[in-house]
């Protein structure tokens, strides 16, 4: 079945670093991958759409890879600051063509001051 | 503004008793999915549903039912509610019903069932 996994540990960083969070995917090759932010209690929100067909897509601070061969995605958050601090999840299209996404269960980021 | 809207934002209802959870979206998307979110389990999806009148199971649709009678409306109707229901839901909408696009999700709605 399809499995997603991202790190269970919290990572913690100093601000104005680079925060890198990895995405595995097993079992199957989505054509779409997507990253969402959410806050303690409230909603996921979306940030980054990747296609299979793309390595990098970059939005403001965030940078996303897409290694269909690993099957493996990384997102990045470049100058990092404690705002960005929150879970981050990675969402792979799932293998049926129903819209739906496979959530991985999140990496939360702290980012100190 | 562009968005989700689910109502109540927290529910507290004893065992059997029906219950509804409403989602609304103002955005015209085709697409409008609910699911719950546990402690170690994630998100999971419940229903979804690709376009009005057309509805279809999730993952976790056992004690859920759900209609798509409007495009903007989606609700959630528990018939007959159990402990191991309570959990946090959200609804969410798309453009489409591939993944192509980005999902906006609701705030949320925690219920609890005693």
């Known amino acids: 079945s399809q499995k997603i996994e991202q790190n269970s540990e919290a990572l913690n960083i100093q601000e104005g670093k680079t925060a890198t969070l990895t995405c595995n995917y097993t079992?199957?090759?989505?054509?779409?991958l997507q990253w969402y932010r959410q806050d303690p209690g409230r909603g996921p929100v979306f940030l980054l759409l990747?296609?299979?067909?793309?390595k990098e897509k970059r939005k403001e601070r965030l940078k996303v890879t897409f290694d269909t061969t690993l099957k493996q995605s990384l997102f990045h958050i470049t100058a990092s600051q404690p705002a960005d601090s929150a879970t981050y999840l990675c969402?792979?299209?799932?293998?049926?063509?129903?819209?739906?996404?496979?959530f991985g269960q999140g990496t939360t980021l702290q980012v100190k001051p | 503004e562009a968005q989700v809207t689910q109502n109540p934002r927290y529910l507290i209802t004893v065992t059997g008793k029906k219950l509804t959870v409403t989602c609304s979206q103002n955005?015209?998307?085709?697409?409008m999915s609910w699911y719950r979110q546990d402690p170690g389990l994630g998100l999971r999806q419940i229903y979804y549903?690709?376009?009005?009148?057309?509805?279809d199971k999730g993952d976790v649709p056992e004690g859920y039912k759900v209609s798509r009678k409007e495009k903007r409306n989606f609700p959630l109707i528990l018939e007959s509610p159990s402990p191991n229901q309570t959990s946090l839901y959200f609804c969410?909408?798309?453009?489409?019903?591939?993944?192509?696009?980005?999902?906006?999700f609701g705030s949320g709605t925690r219920l609890t069932v005693v």
């Open positions: 969410a909408s798309s453009l489409s019903g591939r993944a192509n696009y980005g999902y906006t």
């Open positions: 079992n199957y090759s989505p054509a779409y």
């Open positions: 990747i296609r299979e067909n793309e």
């Open positions: 969402a792979p299209e799932g293998s049926s063509n129903t819209g739906k996404l496979i």
């Open positions: 955005m015209n998307h085709e697409y």
């Open positions: 549903s690709m376009n009005v009148e057309v509805t």
